[in-house]
């Protein structure tokens, strides 16, 4: 059984000028099995970001049907929504969206607190995978101390913290150089295969694309 | 990491952007705990009062009208006490103090003060309180007259009470001037301001007065005590009895009293014992038949008998030559309302002649008339009813010698009853057999078949009537409350608008934590506790600042806003549970405010918040419904409007005008909201057209601008129109009822002061007098319930009058005098604002007192006037007040018709003349501003609490604007960088910020002037125009120069930077 299952799944938003509706999906039929790594691309404005919303349940098709682990995502309620998201998503975006009051540990700790009983290992969990992205000893650190790289690895981390089924990468690198970019690509690969997690990721770049297991290209909304 | 670290280290974290909502937290904390403590100290100022005035004192009875022993005092361990009221003057006269409490007081009352401090003093001298000594400029060693009454057993009112012309004067030393402390604010009326009292030694009073061993009130230290002991040691002496031994044919007990008629309720216990019957014996203007006549004489009514058959005695029979068998008239004066007397006749016919010796023909039938029995001649009677001395013949002289009141005729009882029995009572005496007792032991017999309480001698609880007072006394942490919601809403929408600001720059963490996981609800919670940690420390220190507030306020209230607490000494006062109350509720109404100003954000998805796509001009624009909402407000409105013409109430006329032109102030901010999302469809072709645009650009803040602005200027002009004026006060429905002067006398009149008899009692002028007309008041003495008293009135004073002669007169809020014709129970008038603030009650409500017998009964308010000079009282008619008070006798209270032009000489002669009652008059008007002034003064406060919420206001827009320029430096830079200068930047700003201003001072001044358009038609002279333009003025000049401060503030530097930034 795939991981996700979309089935015919269309999305439009209303123009806020003249008030018609512009589809920004439509039709997709997408399987993912589960520990697949698998990059979106497309022009800007094809699609891509609401493809991933739709996929991390931050937003709905306006038709189609999506299965998530066996589970109808139309049927659930926000509040299971959010618990799916808490127990079983783990996202990563162009900006790290760090809490600058929060430390390095307690930001890679957030995502626990979305679960109705942290597990008890989190702690170890987290200063195992801060170690493993090299960043133990910046731990009690301030994202303000931080340069771009280490703060996005720290976003990394807190993607993987409840050991979700699924990580969705929208431009993870995108707001990185090349050389930071490369490296952080390299970890998130790394991480994603020592954890067997999913991994969508949206990207603007052929190369980066290139090295996940699928690449699914999108234009003007649909999957080609 | 706990939620509660998450919570703390983001407090922690963004301190300075939570400044804002720190300080409006600890504004309104301050505002609202400030108010709360006001109510506090309001509160324990009055209860200090109470304390003072009472002293050890918590129970007592007051007698009033009816004496009873100083043993009954003695033997409940109780202060003796005569409570009476007088005139104090100055030995020089200049100066005269009406309505002084005069007191009879022992070293048994000084130990009950809190002092406990004895006060002696001889027969020779008196003491005086502060307050008297003040105002009549006198001090210990000078000479002091006081002028009272010299009390009656019997009604004055009452037909054959004596002469009227009781007064006694006397003049006496001050010992010394008494302070609070020591008793000097002694008194049993909740009030706050300290009575006029000079203390009398007891026995001197009691020897003045002529009620040696008698008072007519007691003082204990134990309510409950009092209680349970007074009865026990009651006396028939204490129900101002008599009893006699009747030595006669018939051995025989007789009980009568010095009041004359038993009083109805003793009568009805005594004659239920075996064997008694009843007398009623009654002074007659005359004897006729068709042989002669006989003036003034003694008719006794007794025992059964034909009602038309009379026995007469033999001295009758031989002055007319009557037969058995003849016919004769007796001619009497029968009891009408007040003193009046009219003379009726009854024809009897002679059934027995009785010879002088016969053991009937007696004097004993006949009591103690005063001004009859006690004196040698019949020409020197001065029974208290008109009398023809001419008509007293020598043989008359004659009988009086030899016989003197010994009746002349015997009826029966059921036909005395029928012709002479009245609101005073039935029967003279009751007689009932001698069976060997002692004279002691028959007075206690019969002492214990009564009851104190059935002649209303019932202890009282004074301290806890002192305690309630005090307790529902006027609110003033509720009015400083009301008073200050502008400022406390202004402090709010700051801290709101501030929170939301630092809301809307961290929304990306939102849009996080609702992508990882967290609820809506979740996200919710953690930012309304971080908002709590901060609102807490605003709250603290909002306790503290609250304090500072009370203390201002309260010298405020003591000396400027004296109208308000009229003269109550304000101590500052501050209970841990208001302390907790205030804080507490100001951390749920600023968290409830929070919750409620950032409900949409948290509505965004999270998708729209990481990516930063989100503010209040993206939300779809619903402008048919906005429309449809003005449109319908602007219906309801003008629908308002409208009925606020038709109606006559003028508080609902306010009401509907106030409503109106909020549902206009409502309607044009919708109208300017619809406006602002509008899509022009024009180019923008210059700096100042862009600069207009930007005011659409988040339609909530320019709302937000334009409705503080808007808002405060409504409110603080709409409250000013409620500033009252007397108005025309000669006009029949004002205030006033038309009525030229009010006033009030120490001691009661019993003439009719309209009629010639009354012009010649107090020699008063015949020419001048026809141009006045005198409506008066009986007065039951009870708390002032009017707005001058702070203390909730538990027993408002109750006074009566004939409600036909008010027809016509004064304006009501709801019913009419007729309504006091109303049957069906004691139906009452009083003023509205009496009846709604001091009352708490409105029409329909019943209020509890006790008639002259002890029992309760309830008055029902039927009507409201509407801001009249009779506040503070509960207006009865003269018929249910007579049938629950008979032994009422006198006026006290006068409102008096006279054209303008001879109302200052009315006045003047009428003060003179009535000089020994301690008459005061003056101008309605002056009464009715006196009233208004504390309502002008809560307005007065007002305006200063809502001016400083308008200044807050405007002070928020300053922010507000300052984060907005702030949020906009990327794009100034950008213009600049395009080739504009920071002038022409700073001025385009500045535009955009002013139409704001002006557009919420249009909406303001526009719907407030609606609000008042009553206030305007009726009486623009009230409304104080100059002062709410000056007001408007400076708002709109702070609101350009906060404005001015918070462009240069946020525009200052390089703003190409911030494009470089970006």
Redesign the interface.
């Known amino acids: 059984m795939p991981l996700i299952q979309l089935t015919n799944v269309s999305k439009s938003y209303?123009d806020?000028g003249s008030g018609a509706q512009v589809p920004v999906l439509h039709g997709i039929n997408l399987s993912i099995e589960a520990g697949e790594s698998v990059a979106v691309v497309g022009p800007s404005g094809c699609g891509k970001?609401t493809l991933l919303?739709i996929l991390?349940t931050?937003?709905l098709p306006d038709t189609g049907d999506i299965m998530f682990d066996g589970q109808a995502l139309a049927s659930l309620s926000?509040?299971q929504l959010?618990?799916?998201?808490?127990?079983k998503?783990?996202?990563i975006?162009q900006?790290h969206?760090l809490?600058?009051?929060?430390s390095v540990?307690?930001n890679v700790?957030?995502?626990?607190?979305?679960?109705k009983s942290p597990p008890k290992d989190a702690l170890q969990r987290a200063e195992s995978l801060l170690e493993q992205v090299g960043l133990k000893d910046r731990m009690n650190w301030k994202p303000a101390q931080l340069s771009g790289g280490e703060r996005q690895r720290v976003a990394f981390v807190?993607a993987l913290v409840?050991q979700p089924q699924l990580i969705l990468a929208d431009e993870p690198t995108g707001a990185l150089d090349e050389a930071s970019a490369e490296t952080l690509t390299d970890l998130l690969l790394q991480l994603q295969k020592s954890s067997g997690v999913t991994l969508i990721m949206v990207t603007h770049h052929r190369a980066q694309a290139d090295r996940m297991g699928r690449v699914l290209t999108i234009h003007e909304g649909a999957l080609k | 990491?706990?939620?509660t670290?998450?919570v703390l280290?983001?407090a922690?974290?963004?301190w300075r952007g939570h400044l804002g909502l720190l300080f409006g937290t600890f504004l309104a904390a301050t505002i609202l705990t400030g108010s709360m403590l006001v109510g506090d100290s309001v509160r324990a100022s009055l209860e200090r009062v109470a304390a003072l005035r009472l002293g050890k004192v918590e129970g007592g009875v007051l007698g009033g009208d009816h004496w009873f022993t100083e043993t009954l005092a003695r033997k409940t361990q109780s202060a003796p006490v005569i409570i009476a009221t007088g005139a104090a003057s100055a030995a020089s006269g200049k100066v005269r103090v009406n309505g002084a409490q005069v007191l009879g007081v022992d070293a048994s009352f000084w130990k009950l003060s809190t002092s406990s401090k004895n006060i002696a003093f001889d027969k020779s001298s008196v003491a005086i309180n502060e307050p008297l000594a003040r105002k009549l400029g006198v001090k210990a060693g000078d000479t002091i007259l006081v002028r009272l009454e010299r009390p009656s057993a019997i009604s004055r009112d009452a037909p054959l009470s004596g002469s009227t012309n009781q007064d006694i004067s006397l003049r006496r030393t001050i010992a010394a001037v008494i302070s609070a402390e020591d008793f000097g604010a002694f008194q049993l009326t909740a009030s706050q301001v300290p009575p006029d009292s000079v203390f009398v030694n007891l026995a001197d009073l009691q020897t003045q007065l002529e009620m040696d061993g008698r008072v007519n009130a007691l003082l204990h230290p134990q309510f409950n005590t009092l209680r349970a002991h007074l009865e026990e040691h009651r006396t028939l002496e204490d129900f101002s009895l008599k009893l006699k031994r009747l030595e006669g044919a018939q051995k025989e007990w007789e009980i009568s009293t010095s009041r004359v008629f038993l009083e109805r309720s003793i009568a009805d216990e005594l004659i239920d014992f075996k064997y008694a019957y009843g007398v009623l014996t009654y002074l007659v203007n005359g004897i006729t038949s068709k042989q002669g006549g006989t003036p003034y004489s003694m008719i006794t009514a007794t025992g059964h008998g034909k009602d038309d058959e009379i026995t007469i005695t033999q001295w009758l029979a031989d002055d007319h030559k009557l037969a058995i068998g003849d016919e004769l008239e007796v001619k009497y004066f029968v009891v009408g309302l007040g003193r009046d007397l009219q003379q009726q006749s009854a024809k009897f016919k002679v059934a027995k002649i009785l010879p002088m010796d016969d053991p009937m023909v007696t004097k004993a039938w006949t009591p103690d008339f005063p001004g009859v029995s006690d004196v040698d001649n019949c020409r020197d009677w001065e029974p208290g009813i008109p009398m023809d001395m001419k008509a007293i013949r020598d043989k008359d002289e004659a009988y009086w010698d030899e016989f003197k009141g010994t009746p002349k005729g015997f009826i029966s009882l059921a036909a005395g009853q029928k012709l002479w029995a009245n609101r005073f009572g039935k029967l003279t005496a009751i007689r009932l057999p001698n069976e060997g007792q002692t004279m002691e032991a028959k007075a206690n017999a019969l002492a214990l078949r009564l009851q104190l309480a059935d002649i209303g001698l019932v202890p009282r609880d004074f301290k806890q009537d002192a305690g309630n007072a005090a307790k529902g006394s006027v609110d003033f942490g509720g009015l400083f409350i009301g008073l200050s919601m502008f400022l406390i809403a202004a402090a709010l929408v700051f801290a709101a608008l501030l929170f939301l600001f630092t809301l809307e720059r961290r929304a990306?963490?939102i849009?996080?934590?609702?992508?990882?996981?967290?609820?809506?609800r979740?996200v919710r919670r953690a930012w309304l506790l971080e908002a709590g940690v901060i609102a807490i420390a605003g709250v603290l220190l909002g306790v503290f600042g609250g304090m500072i507030y009370t203390q201002t306020a309260l010298h405020g209230l003591s000396a400027i806003w004296t109208g308000a607490t009229q003269g109550l000494p304000l101590v500052f006062s501050a209970s841990f549970g208001t302390i907790f109350s205030a804080a507490l509720a100001t951390l749920v109404v600023v968290l409830l405010t929070l919750g409620w100003a950032s409900r949409k954000l948290f509505k965004v998805?999270?998708?729209d918040l990481?990516a930063g796509s989100w503010s209040d001009d993206?939300r779809?624009v619903q402008k048919k419904r906005g429309i449809k909402m003005m449109l319908i407000l602007a219906v309801v409105a003008l629908a308002l409007l409208a009925s606020g013409f038709v109606l006559k109430n003028p508080e609902a006329v306010a009401g509907m005008f106030f409503g109106s032109g909020m549902l206009m102030m409502i309607s044009g901010l919708l109208f300017l909201r619809g406006w602002m999302r509008r899509d022009s469809g024009t180019l923008a072709r210059s700096l100042r057209q862009i600069g207009l645009r930007n005011i659409s650009r988040r339609p909530s803040r320019s709302l937000a601008v334009i409705g503080m602005m808007a808002g405060g200027i409504f409110l603080v002009v709409a409250v000013n129109a409620f500033h009252m004026s007397a108005g025309d006060s000669t006009a029949r429905d004002s205030g006033t009822g038309g009525f030229a002067l009010i006033g009030e006398s120490s001691l009661p009149v019993y003439e009719d002061l309209n009629v010639k008899a009354g012009w010649d009692a107090f020699g008063l002028d015949e020419k001048l007098m026809p141009q006045a007309r005198v409506v008066p008041f009986r007065v039951r003495d009870g708390d002032d319930a009017s707005c001058l008293n702070l203390n909730r009135a538990q027993k408002p004073v109750l006074v009566a009058a004939d409600p036909s002669k008010l027809t016509g007169t004064f304006a009501f809020a709801s019913g009419s005098w007729d309504n006091l014709n109303d049957a069906t129970c004691v139906p009452a008038i009083a003023d509205q604002a009496t009846a709604m603030w001091g009352l708490g009650k409105g029409v329909g409500d019943m209020l509890d007192y006790q008639d002259s017998s002890g029992n309760t009964f309830q008055v029902k308010i039927v009507g409201l006037l509407a801001g009249s000079i009779l506040q503070g009282k509960m207006i009865i008619s003269e018929k249910d007040y007579l049938a629950k008070y008979p032994d009422a006798a006198g006026y006290r209270f006068f409102l008096i018709d006279a054209k303008p032009e001879q109302s200052a000489e009315i006045a003047a002669h009428l003060t003179r003349q009535l000089e020994q009652r301690g008459l005061a008059l003056e101008p309605t008007r002056q009464r009715l501003v006196l009233f208004l002034s504390v309502q002008n003064t809560y307005i007065g406060i007002f305006t200063v609490l809502g001016g400083l919420g308008v200044l807050l206001g405007t002070a928020g827009i300053g922010v507000l604007i300052a984060r907005h320029v702030l949020e906009r430096r990327g794009e100034l830079g950008l213009m600049q960088a395009l080739g504009f200068r920071a002038g022409a930047l700073r001025r385009m700003i500045m535009g955009e910020h002013s139409v704001l201003l002006v557009l919420g001072l249009i909406l303001g001044v526009v719907t407030a002037s609606l609000a008042v358009l009553p206030q305007l038609i009726e009486r623009g002279g009230g409304l104080p125009i100059g002062f709410l333009i000056e007001l408007i003025v400076a708002v709109l000049a702070f609101g350009l120069v906060v404005c001015a401060i918070a462009v240069a503030t946020a525009v200052r530097g390089h703003l190409t930077d911030s494009i470089r930034r970006e």
């Open positions: 209303t806020p970001s919303n991390g931050l937003d926000a509040q959010a618990a799916v998201r808490s127990q998503i783990g996202f975006f900006l969206h809490m600058p009051q929060c540990l307690e700790l957030l995502p626990t607190l979305a679960l807190r409840n | 990491m706990k939620l670290d998450y280290q983001s922690r974290h963004y990306a963490q849009g996080l934590l609702l992508a990882v996981g967290w609820t809506r979740m998805q999270a998708r990481l993206l779809p």
